[in-house]
């Protein structure tokens, strides 16, 4: 293994055979004036993603580390161990079916991140890839400014592919994380409550959206997933001493709304007028954010 590392590529894969592949060799071909370490953690695929993902290992030793797994730990599970497993300063995040497609995607978040030791995360935009689609997609397609405050970075997702924070920041992710169905949301939460959130202006990853897909399993308008968010948002609101909480409220009433439309449509508001307010208000907020980006 390569000298203590200042970077750690986080790959976490699950029956991702077609892809792995490819979202290695974006690593691997990462320029960069410090070392970095790639530590894969495999949840127990039940095709061919574990015999790639050891293959590159064997060609690429002082590279990557593979960490197998004999029963399935899920998302988080399988998370957490990665991150156990890291040795440098600042962690950089990647699924097994996303890439990289600029080669000094790592040197550039870390010269960002060296020049702000006030901030505690970073992220960049991406294509978006739908399989069986033609074409891709901006993942940001509107404004953003280069330092986010805490209720800016509520209010969108990031792409996983193009995510990097520190490493003293997430060792400090509480233990209920764990039981959590995707750790997207708790880890932008958690890095803005303990600094401030960097943005890179530049297409650097590829994100796809598949079958087979975390995001396409879960269903991000599911009642399973929208009780998920909520309730991790009052966790996170008592973890952090309830000084978020009227921002939580608004982000659960958001889920809520959201969940309801999809569900009712247009009649949802109709009999519930108050709601459409309260959804129209947040509608309204989100633009003036982006016209002040």
């Not at 960490?67 to 990647?94: T, V």
């Not at 297409?203 to 879960?218: D, F, K, Q, S």
Request: hydrophobic share 40%; proline share 3%.
């Amino acid at each position: 293994m390569s000298a203590q590392p200042l970077v750690s590529v986080r790959v976490a894969t699950y029956n991702q055979e077609k892809y792995v592949g490819q979202c290695l060799e974006g690593v691997l071909m990462q320029r960069t004036d410090f070392a970095f370490e790639v530590v894969v953690g495999d949840d127990c695929s039940t095709d061919r993603t574990r015999e790639i993902v050891l293959a590159y290992a064997e060609k690429h030793p002082d590279k990557i580390r593979v960490l197998p797994s004999e029963k399935n730990l899920g998302s988080q599970g399988n998370s957490f161990r990665i991150q156990q497993a890291c040795r440098g300063k600042y962690h950089a995040m990647l699924e097994g079916d996303d890439y990289w497609i600029d080669p000094l995607k790592l040197q550039k978040q870390v010269d960002f991140m060296e020049a702000h030791p006030d901030v505690t995360m970073c992220f960049h935009n991406a294509f978006v890839l739908h399989e069986g689609v033609f074409g891709a997609r901006l993942f940001f397609t509107s404004n953003m400014p280069e330092i986010l405050t805490f209720e800016e970075v509520c209010w969108f997702n990031t792409p996983t592919a193009s995510n990097m924070a520190r490493s003293d920041v997430l060792a400090s992710l509480p233990s209920w994380r764990l039981n959590i169905l995707s750790g997207d949301v708790l880890f932008r939460l958690w890095c803005a409550h303990h600094g401030k959130v960097g943005y890179l202006n530049e297409i650097m990853a590829v994100h796809r959206r598949h079958p087979g897909g975390l995001t396409e399993r879960v269903g991000w308008t599911s009642e399973k997933w929208v009780s998920q968010a909520v309730w991790l948002y009052q966790q996170f609101d008592q973890e952090t001493g309830y000084v978020h909480t009227d921002l939580m409220q608004r982000l659960i009433e958001k889920r809520r709304n959201n969940l309801r439309f999809r569900q009712w449509g247009w009649f949802h508001f109709l009999i519930h007028p108050g709601k459409f307010v309260s959804w129209l208000r947040e509608y309204v907020l989100s633009l003036a954010r982006r016209a002040s980006a």
